[in-house]
């Protein structure tokens, strides 16, 4: 059973930075596609950006293109996200999530069948 972990949340001022991590655990093959997503108050997930780990494809929503890198490092079995340029909207609880397969879209929630508890970004401007 696939377990991610998410570590590196905190809070920011409006043009700082932060990264997160997510590790991975309890898994014979690394997830194909692993991403973040994130959850404000009273809003939908919505996906951030995606890693295609067999070849390190990436995918990015419009809203953080520029600003925010994923990233692997398979010796360590951990997802990155590098976040710069943080804005007040990036505030939101940030998951991380993992599936072997997609079929449809990157950026819906319900096509991930592991997920993380979450960790707290809080931009404050």
């Known amino acids: 059973q696939v377990q991610l972990v998410e570590s590196g949340g905190g809070s920011a001022q409006a043009g700082g930075s932060l990264r997160l991590s997510c590790q991975v655990f309890g898994h014979t093959t690394i997830p194909y596609w692993m991403g973040w997503f994130r959850q404000a108050p009273g809003k939908e997930r919505e996906g951030v950006a995606v890693?295609?780990?067999?070849?390190?494809?990436?995918y990015y929503a419009d809203s953080v293109k520029g600003r925010f890198t994923i990233s692997q490092d398979n010796a360590k079995n951990t997802l990155y996200l590098q976040m710069s340029s943080l804005k007040a909207e990036d505030t939101a609880m940030y998951f991380c999530?993992?599936?072997?397969?997609?079929?449809?879209?990157?950026?819906?929630?319900?096509?991930?069948?592991?997920w993380g508890q979450g960790t707290q970004v809080t931009v404050s401007s």
């Open positions: 999530a993992a599936a072997y397969s997609l079929r449809g879209t990157w950026y819906e929630a319900p096509r991930y069948n592991y």
């Open positions: 890693i295609y780990t067999p070849v390190g494809s990436t």
